[in-house]
């Protein structure tokens, strides 16, 4: 069979013509802007690099190029290709492996070069280097936060560009204190929200006599009980939230986030029929509690400052506010019949952190449709969520539960 090569006519490139994968491959991997030069890995012939069109290079080859042309790649890109070159036991490196590597794709060819090359980096630490600029340094210092990796660390810092920011997590905390001033002046309760009569009368709240207007299984994390109901989770949001989102990304920070207010307000319409919900916790005890799992499961290789007292300063900052949503709930409502809010959003979050959260916080830069674990707590989550659904059309009715009067 005939080959041919990419050629440049008028200052454009044609398409190539019954090539192999391995120079198809490396001409989508010319195209990638996070290498800083089009040309670091040149075009070879196909004779020369792939004689038996494989799409395959050997580590030798592989090698031969990194060391010539290695000076104008990132350097700590440089050091996991070297490692990949090294630790690659089948002799031969895939193109498009090659590809998904520089492009940054979450994919499994990137975790394998991550756990071959892991024990082979030679280079300094990332946190011994100097010269770096502010945003620099708060890129490094987020990556010792989330991230148990050297490796890790390294290729996030080269890749991460602040584009875009964090965004879901910093609009979700504005939009609750927004929401919060607001009904302070409204209901003329700028402490204690939930003293005023009309408190429950917002279209946001969850309350078990309007539990089939949907929205109110989520809306409900926009109001709070008080001001130190409030700043306790606005601080355990942004605090752990934020550096989370800047690694993982706001669709994977998300889907956590959002899995945790939903379970929380189903997890209170199931246990604790007659009580209503405010309050955010449940996303940020979703957060929380994945991302401290996190740091116990990779204690060793997690190198953050201070990690066991912030641990701590973090548990003792959940206690406190999980006993006082338990004391709250307990305590002599001021309108009865109408118990005050529940706290059994705190424990789904809890629970969605320990499960989704931990898998997803675990699977860096890795598609979680490839993790089998994913789909498990996935499929657990997806059949209690229809579980709960169904109790709720059905049991309060069956049950013959005596509910509060409407707000």
Known sequence: MERSSPRMTGGSREAPVNVSPAVAANAEGEEIEVLESTDVLPVAPEDVYDPDNSGF?????????????????????????????????????????FVNLMSNKRSNSFRRAILQGSRQLKGCSLSDEAGLGLSQRLVRHVAYETLPREVDRKWYFDSYTYCPPPWFILAITIAEVAVFIYYGFKLDRLVLQVSSPSFLKSPLPYHPQLRAQAWRYFSYIFMHTGIEHLSLNMAMQLLVGVPLEMVHGALRIGLVYLCGVLAGSLAVSVTDMTAPVVGSSGGVYALVSAHLANVVM???GMKCQFKLFRMAMALVCMSVEF????WLRFYPPAFPPCPNPSFVAHLGGVLVGLTLGVVVLQNYEQRLQ?????WIFFCVYTLFVLCAVFWNIFAYSLLDVRMPPLP
């Open 57 to 97: 290079i050997s580590t030798e080859r592989f090698k031969d190029l990194l060391e010539t042309h290695g000076s104008e790649l990132d350097p700590h890109k440089l050091e996991v290709l070297l490692a990949l070159a090294d630790g690659n036991a089948d002799g031969k490196i895939c193109y498009q492996d």
């Open 323 to 326: 006993g006082r949503a338990v």
């Open 298 to 300: 990779n204690w060793s």
């Open 370 to 374: 490839e993790q089998s674990l994913f």
